[in-house]
């Protein structure tokens, strides 16, 4: 910088304190023009760029695909959003192996577009379909397809159309009393205790005739998974609910293809593997008559537009021993579970608010009415139904009747039954035993004496069943519980009884009618709310007959001595050893 000093001391207008600054233009004030960035080379020639850029994004999409395992179908939002990231990997390659050229931000940005061409014409494209897909499937513009998506039919009379079942069918256990008995029985193994773990998604399923849950085993950890991995997994455990019985069921040849698994024989990436453009439900666990352990994939479709709509259509069953997979579109009629409860609930939330349009269900509301919050199984006719509740959009405290769903062919029936919600019976059913702080289960809807009624186990702390109690649907202070079914149900119709619903001869239980010979060695009598019982004791036993007047006036001619063919009510197919089991009938010997 150039300056001068005043030697005199006087004003200079130029400068300040004795420095007078240069002037503009001189060539003391011209700084040094800057050097021109050098732009960066590319890699080869346009034909060696794209092979690169092409076999990164192939690297990428490959591993993505492998570790995500996308379904590469439209209806999939997961296939839309690999596609997104296979055009953001290329065109980052493109860039880079082109040599980020371009001058000033107008320049780059034409740089880049020139780049990638291709890939943001397929980005536009999807946006594009996206858009159009989600107006296609908007419930506002298509209600009226969501509400068809069930096939509901009225159920007409409940006890009329739902029959008495025997002890051996009802289901006395949730899924958590389950799996506390699966982990204990295998706690008993100690060959397998140490090496595996229960896999808690059990599954209930009809299986012999008999309700039951089951069960995969899966590794206890990377390490106890690599030294069992060629052997496999070598039992399932399979719950009886009515017994409550737990039993690990030891496989000639171990599972091999389960969620539990790794790599190949990972059951989600068997799956995709085999059928890549299929979209699937969570698999389940389920065992064929014969015992053979299955996953039934069931197959996801959707049906209004391009993702409304949610249906099943047919499944994949995948042998969980060999690995071999077959899609069938009706599938065999062992297999008890194809539709989740989840999409059954769904679909019928779609009817319920939408089968008089989609301004009904927010205007007026006529007739808009939603599935309660919980959900239980029941096996009727060698099939699972699942049952719920339905109340009314404007009213969570009773409900206006339940549905039953076939949860492998989807038959739906709408029985009208007004009463309390299944939360309002549970909380009457543990009013009933406040002292024990018990905790009710999720309630079934069973017939008991030609009334709807709900059924549940009272559990204490330590997770295990203490208790059943029964609960009258229409008149739910109508409570009765008992430390047996039978003892329940005794208790219950007599409650139904006082309360004037049924008839005091209606008071047969509906368990297990088993018939023996035996010789009288004792008989007691007394009165029981106004009915006399007579207590009769077979020389074979210590356990007593309750004979009740009002249902066998006979048993009043009884002696000492006689020898009878009894007919008794119990959960299991013997005689009991001791206690009080009620007797339904009798006839004289010979």
Same mark, same amino acid.
């Given at each position: 910088?150039?300056?001068?000093?005043?030697?005199?001391?006087?004003?200079?207008?130029?400068?300040?304190?004795?420095?007078?600054?240069?002037?503009?233009?001189?060539?003391?004030?011209?700084?040094?023009?800057?050097?021109?960035?050098?732009?960066?080379?590319?890699?080869?020639?346009?034909?060696?760029?794209?092979?690169?850029?092409?076999?990164?994004?192939?690297?990428?999409?490959?591993?993505?695909?492998?570790?995500? @395992?996308?379904?590469?179908?439209?209806?999939?939002?997961?296939?839309?959003?690999?596609?997104?990231?296979?055009?953001?990997?290329?065109?980052?390659?493109?860039?880079?192996?082109?040599?980020?050229?371009?001058?000033?931000?107008?320049?780059? #940005?034409?740089? #880049?577009?020139?780049?990638?061409?291709?890939?943001?014409?397929?980005?536009?494209?999807?946006? =594009? =379909?996206?858009?159009?897909?989600?107006?296609?499937?908007?419930?506002?513009?298509? =209600? %009226?397809?969501?509400?068809?998506? @069930?096939?509901?039919?009225?159920?007409?009379?409940?006890?009329?159309?739902?029959?008495?079942?025997?002890?051996?069918?009802?289901?006395?256990?949730?899924?958590?009393?389950?799996?506390?008995?699966?982990?204990?029985?295998?706690?008993?193994?100690?060959?397998?205790?140490?090496?595996?773990?229960?896999?808690?998604?059990?599954?209930?399923?009809?299986?012999?005739?008999?309700?039951?849950?089951?069960?995969?085993?899966?590794?206890?950890?990377?390490?106890?998974?690599?030294?069992?991995?060629?052997?496999?997994?070598?039992?399932?455990?399979? !719950?009886?609910?009515?017994?409550?019985?737990?039993?690990?069921?030891?496989?000639?040849?171990?599972?091999?293809?389960?969620?539990?698994?790794?790599?190949?024989?990972?059951?989600?990436?068997? @799956?995709?593997?085999?059928?890549?453009?299929?979209?699937? *439900? $969570?698999p389940v666990f389920e065992i064929n008559e014969e015992g053979t352990p299955y996953w039934v994939c069931s197959r996801i479709v959707k049906t209004i537009g391009l993702f409304g709509g949610t249906d099943v259509k047919g499944a994949v069953l995948v042998n969980a021993i060999t690995g071999e997979s077959e899609y069938w579109e009706e599938v065999p009629g062992w297999v008890d579970r194809l539709y989740s409860s989840d999409i059954i609930m769904e679909q019928y939330d779609y009817y319920g608010q939408y089968h008089n349009g989609f301004l009904n269900s927010i205007f007026g509301q006529k007739d808009v009415t939603l599935t309660t919050e919980g959900y239980n199984y029941i096996a009727l006719e060698d099939d699972v139904y699942m049952y719920t509740g339905i109340t009314s959009v404007t009213s969570d405290q009773s409900n206006i009747g339940f549905i039953l769903s076939n949860q492998r062919t989807k038959e739906t029936s709408f029985y009208r039954v007004a009463g309390a919600t299944e939360y309002s019976a549970m909380e009457s059913a543990q009013s009933q035993v406040q002292q024990m702080r018990y905790e009710a289960t999720f309630p079934l809807l069973?017939?008991?004496?030609?009334?709807?009624?709900?059924?549940?186990?009272?559990?204490?702390?330590?997770?295990?069943?203490?208790?059943?109690?029964?609960?009258?649907?229409?008149?739910?202070?109508?409570?009765?519980?008992?430390?047996?079914?039978?003892?329940?149900?005794?208790?219950?119709?007599?409650?139904?009884?006082?309360?004037?619903? !049924?008839?005091?001869?209606?008071?047969?239980?509906?368990?297990?009618?088993?018939?023996?010979?035996?010789?009288?060695?004792?008989?007691?009598?007394? #009165?029981? $709310? %106004?009915?006399?019982?007579?207590?009769?004791?077979?020389?074979?036993?210590?356990?007593?007959? *309750?004979?009740?007047?009002?249902?066998?006036?006979?048993?009043?001619?009884?002696?000492?001595?006689?020898?009878?063919?009894?007919?008794?009510?119990?959960?299991?197919?013997?005689?009991?050893?001791?206690?009080?089991?009620?007797?339904?009938?009798?006839?004289?010997? %010979?």
């Amino acid at each position: 910088m150039a300056f001068t000093f005043n030697f005199g001391g006087g004003f200079n207008p130029g400068g300040f304190g004795g420095f007078t600054p240069p002037a503009q233009g001189s060539e003391s004030f011209q700084t040094k023009p800057p050097k021109p960035r050098k732009p960066r080379k590319a890699i080869g020639n346009a034909f060696t760029r794209t092979l690169i850029n092409l076999g990164v994004t192939l690297v990428f999409a490959l591993a993505y695909f492998y570790l995500e @395992l996308p379904a590469l179908n439209f209806h999939a939002e997961e296939f839309y959003a690999f596609v997104f990231l296979v055009c953001v990997v290329y065109c980052a390659c493109a860039v880079i192996t082109s040599g980020f050229q371009g001058d000033g931000f107008k320049g780059y #940005v034409g740089f #880049v577009k020139k780049q990638c061409t291709i890939p943001f014409i397929l980005f536009i494209g999807m946006i =594009a =379909a996206i858009a159009i897909g989600a107006l296609s499937s908007w419930v506002v513009l298509r =209600a %009226g397809s969501y509400s068809e998506l @069930l096939p509901l039919r009225e159920g007409g009379d409940f006890t009329a159309g739902v029959e008495e079942i025997s002890y051996n069918q009802i289901p006395m256990l949730d899924a958590d009393s389950a799996q506390r008995l699966g982990n204990r029985k295998l706690g008993e193994l100690s060959d397998m205790v140490s090496q595996f773990e229960i896999l808690p998604t059990y599954t209930q399923i009809n299986y012999q005739g008999r309700p039951v849950r089951v069960t995969s085993l899966r590794y206890g950890d990377l390490i106890k998974w690599f030294t069992n991995r060629s052997q496999g997994l070598p039992a399932y455990i399979i !719950i009886d609910m009515v017994t409550q019985e737990a039993e690990v069921v030891r496989l000639e040849e171990g599972m091999k293809y389960t969620p539990a698994e790794h790599f190949g024989r990972n059951l989600y990436r068997h @799956l995709r593997f085999h059928y890549p453009t299929m979209m699937f *439900d $969570e698999p389940v666990f389920e065992i064929n008559e014969e015992g053979t352990p299955y996953w039934v994939c069931s197959r996801i479709v959707k049906t209004i537009g391009l993702f409304g709509g949610t249906d099943v259509k047919g499944a994949v069953l995948v042998n969980a021993i060999t690995g071999e997979s077959e899609y069938w579109e009706e599938v065999p009629g062992w297999v008890d579970r194809l539709y989740s409860s989840d999409i059954i609930m769904e679909q019928y939330d779609y009817y319920g608010q939408y089968h008089n349009g989609f301004l009904n269900s927010i205007f007026g509301q006529k007739d808009v009415t939603l599935t309660t919050e919980g959900y239980n199984y029941i096996a009727l006719e060698d099939d699972v139904y699942m049952y719920t509740g339905i109340t009314s959009v404007t009213s969570d405290q009773s409900n206006i009747g339940f549905i039953l769903s076939n949860q492998r062919t989807k038959e739906t029936s709408f029985y009208r039954v007004a009463g309390a919600t299944e939360y309002s019976a549970m909380e009457s059913a543990q009013s009933q035993v406040q002292q024990m702080r018990y905790e009710a289960t999720f309630p079934l809807l069973l017939n008991i004496a030609e009334q709807p009624t709900y059924f549940m186990a009272l559990k204490g702390a330590d997770g295990l069943v203490k208790m059943y109690a029964m609960v009258n649907v229409e008149q739910y202070q109508i409570v009765s519980t008992g430390a047996t079914v039978a003892e329940c149900e005794k208790n219950y119709r007599q409650s139904l009884s006082h309360n004037g619903l !049924i008839s005091a001869g209606d008071t047969t239980l509906t368990g297990q009618g088993q018939e023996q010979t035996g010789t009288i060695a004792e008989i007691r009598s007394a #009165v029981i $709310e %106004g009915n006399t019982h007579y207590y009769i004791r077979m020389e074979q036993g210590l356990a007593y007959l *309750d004979f009740s007047a009002a249902q066998t006036p006979e048993a009043v001619l009884l002696n000492v001595g006689d020898t009878i063919v009894y007919t008794f009510v119990t959960e299991s197919a013997q005689f009991p050893t001791g206690g009080i089991v009620t007797a339904t009938d009798f006839r004289y010997a %010979g």
